[in-house]
């Protein structure tokens, strides 16, 4: 146990994090629509030591009604266009949608015509744009910390 | 080598039957007609049997084939006489007694999951038949990220399709993609030469770093142990970002090729990437002792989730999970394609199949992969490519070992293009296994014993 809040303790040190200066808060429900689990990874990878997201304020929460922002990862599938209209509506107003990834945006989408339902776009309405193939962690939470709004 | 036979209706479940005698169930597949296909191991290769009509089951004699025949009944309306009842797999239909096993009987109640999760997880739904905490049966529905990568490959030069097989998961990217190139070559009269057999394996090593380094990570994180979680998924960082610096990808996207080398290394990077692995192989070390010594770690893994060897036997599991198991299998002991010559399949200290033992087989699998690319990495990489004088043939398979398990691919061309393409990856594989595992286990224990196979649903999907 000591080791490794040791070895913690000196990433910690190594890693030049910004000094989180903004207020406020975040809350992110995220929705597989259908993804290759590439903007999962890099979602996930924004709470490791190196990006650290919670201390910004910005964290992932269990349930859409506790959220202010709608991640979406995926091309929509014909599966996933339900769920994802039914979590959208679960968020209480004011809800921002994001589209994480090239996919979501429909940009490159791979896949036959029938078992697509997107892009998001045409679903729900996209008010933050993460490009990439998957975005790495540095974007989405640059992406993220942007949406908090100025200081 | 790869034996293609074509086989009569009548003779199929016979022929089928000797064919299990000599070699494991690799897979099945129906093609437009309805056409079906079974591949077999055999000794020296792959036996791959055809029936150009509808096909009985085979699912009595290799109960890994369970979801292959459902698929195939959802994809192209393939019958499967016997298979009673051929629930749908792919299609969703509303009525839940068209898919889930019916489990009746006092105080038994259902508990419906997702497809939305709680967490940052992919989209799958699990129904749970429970009394009290304790889980009888669990039926799993996927295919919620079903996009028909494999439909909208048909018709493309063997190189243009590439991409749907590689985006059809981040995560086993690298995999899929050379077991699709190998395929591919195998049809073509190709095989890689000992240049591009080493780059495909360091690519395959790599992948496995990262990926064991997120599934203890994430074993910790489903314990409540923060300090575990953290270091590991550091050092995945660490490694995805070697990925990004040798390869231009975190997820080494674009490094593998069909009948051509695609990554090469020059001596500079090589010897600095060497050094920088050894690093990361001495934090993970010191990582693993520190959790295999933890009371508080171990003692929420032991004896939770066992998968028997005779259930992961019968169910044909592969993979860590298979290992964890005592089943001694890995297509690294089998690759003559790849750079693994004198590869031994690592055990657990006790293979008892339970969460403790398919952690310790990552940290196990972990090293060796670390030592093992020290040793690939010890030769200047030029990139390599393909020889030719093999007979082409319009089957090709492909098998790679996957971070979750084998992953066996099969491209049939036609005219030069693509006329089908199947990809049965380590988790579609796996996914039965996890089902059966969950049965007689508490409900609050199925997000740590599913970490513990850490399967990808985008793989099973497609």
């Known amino acids: 146990m000591f080791v490794l809040l040791r070895e913690l303790a000196r990433l910690r040190r190594e890693i030049a994090l910004p000094v989180p200066v903004r207020r406020g808060s975040l809350a992110l429900r995220h929705v597989d629509a259908g993804s290759c689990n590439g903007c999962e990874h890099e979602l996930g990878a924004v709470a490791n030591p190196y990006y650290d997201l919670q201390q910004f304020g910005l964290s992932i929460v269990a349930s859409p009604r506790h959220a202010d922002v709608l991640l979406v990862t995926g091309p929509v599938t014909t599966r996933m266009a339900g769920p994802l209209r039914t979590a959208y509506e679960a968020m209480p107003e004011p809800r921002l949608v994001a589209a994480l990834g090239d996919c979501a945006l429909g940009c490159d989408v791979l896949g036959s015509a029938e078992e697509l339902a997107g892009p998001l776009e045409s679903i729900l309405p996209v008010d933050i744009r993460i490009p990439g193939c998957p975005p790495p962690p540095e974007r989405i939470a640059a992406a993220l910390l942007a949406a908090l709004g100025p200081r | ?462």
């Not at chain 2, 304790?134 to 028909?148: E, P, S």
């Not at chain 2, 990004?244 to 009948?259: D, K, P, S, W």
């Not at chain 2, 699998?365 to 390599?384: C, F, I, K, M, T």
């Open chain 2, 1 to 462: 080598m790869i034996s293609v036979e074509t086989i009569r209706p009548d003779e199929w479940r016979r022929t089928c039957e000797l064919a299990l005698e000599e070699g494991r169930f690799l897979g099945l597949y129906t093609v437009e007609g309805p056409g079906v296909r079974a591949l077999f191991s055999a000794p020296g290769g792959v036996r791959a049997l055809r029936c150009e009509s509808a096909a009985p089951t085979i699912v009595d004699l290799a109960p890994g084939a369970g979801w292959d025949e459902r698929e195939g009944h959802d994809l192209h309306g393939a019958a499967f006489a016997g298979h009673e009842p051929l629930r749908p797999l792919l299609a969703h239909p509303s009525e839940l007694e068209t898919w889930t096993v019916p489990v009746r009987g006092e105080d038994s109640y259902q508990v419906a999951v997702g497809p939305i999760h709680a967490g940052v997880i992919e989209s799958g739904h699990f129904r749970f038949h429970v009394v009290g905490e304790r889980i009888l049966h669990l039926d799993v529905r996927l295919f919620y990220k079903h996009r028909g990568l494999e439909r909208a490959a048909e018709g493309h030069a063997p190189a243009l399709a590439l991409p749907y097989v590689a985006r059809a998961c981040a995560a086993c990217a690298v995999a899929n993609s050379v077991a699709y190139a190998q395929a591919c070559e195998a049809a073509l009269g190709l095989r890689a030469d000992a240049e591009l057999a080493r780059a495909r394996t360091i690519l395959l090593e790599l992948e496995r770093v990262y990926n064991h380094l997120h599934d203890i990570g994430a074993i910790c994180a489903g314990v409540g142990f923060a300090a575990g979680n953290m270091l590991f998924a550091s050092l995945k960082e660490q490694a995805q970002r070697l990925n990004l610096r040798i390869a231009g990808h975190r997820f080494l996207f674009g490094q593998v090729a069909v009948a051509t080398g695609a990554f090469a290394l020059h001596a500079v990077e090589r010897d600095r990437l060497r050094e920088e692995l050894a690093d990361l192989r001495g934090a993970a070390a010191r990582g693993w002792r520190e959790l295999r010594f933890n009371d508080s770690v171990q003692d929420r893994l032991a004896g939770i989730g066992s998968l028997s060897n005779a259930d992961a036997q019968r169910l044909g599991t592969v993979g860590p999970a298979a290992r964890a198991s005592g089943v001694r299998r890995d297509v690294r002991t089998e690759s003559p394609e790849l750079a693994y010559a004198g590869f031994a399949a690592a055990a657990p200290h006790e293979p008892v199949g339970d969460i403790a033992a398919r952690i310790e087989l990552r940290a196990v699998e972990l090293d060796v992969s670390l030592a093992l690319l020290d040793d690939l990495l010890a030769h200047p990489l030029a990139g390599g490519g393909t020889i030719g004088g093999a007979v082409p043939a319009d089957v090709g398979v492909g098998r790679v070992e996957s971070p979750r398990g084998e992953t066996v691919c099969a491209v049939e061309l036609r005219g030069g293009a693509v006329a089908r393409v199947h990809l049965r990856t380590g988790s579609y594989s796996n996914w039965p296994s996890v089902a059966a595992t969950a049965a007689g286990q508490l409900l609050p224990d199925f997000p740590l014993i599913n970490k513990s196979f850490e399967l990808c649903y985008a793989c099973a999907d497609r």
